[in-house]
Nanobody, 126 residues
């Protein structure tokens, strides 16, 4: 059974930081790539970041480059998303996701991910 469980969301002020965690099953953690997607109210779900199983190559959406960092701990079957310098527009439900597909045109998109968790709310507000 595939399963992805996110945690670490919460309320944070602009400029603050949060660290999201994703506990993955063996099947999902062994996928070609694991990543994070997010969906803000009234908006489409969008790609945030991904990390490849082989080699650990990382990918980021332009909107989060330099602020977010994706990492993994194979021993714990866990993927993390360190979010720094948070902005109001980062407010969204964040989903951990998995795919067996490779990058397309140098990166990933939301449609390439086959599995995702229940999500964790991140709210950036003053």
């Amino acid at each position: 059974q595939v399963q992805l469980v996110e945690s670490g969301g919460g309320l944070v002020q602009p400029g603050g930081s949060l660290r999201l965690s994703c506990a993955a099953s063996g099947r999902t953690f062994s996928s070609s790539a694991l990543g994070w997607l997010r969906q803000a109210p009234g908006k489409e779900r969008e790609f945030v970041a991904a990390i490849r199983r082989n080699g650990g190559t990382t990918y980021y959406a332009d909107s989060v480059k330099g602020r977010f960092t994706i990492s993994r701990d194979n021993a714990k079957s866990t993927v993390y998303l360190q979010m720094n310098s948070l902005k109001f527009e980062d407010t969204a439900v964040y989903f951990c996701a998995a795919t067996n597909r490779g990058p397309y045109s140098g990166s990933y998109s939301t449609r390439q991910f086959d599995f995702w968790g229940q999500g964790t709310q991140v709210t950036v507000s003053s």
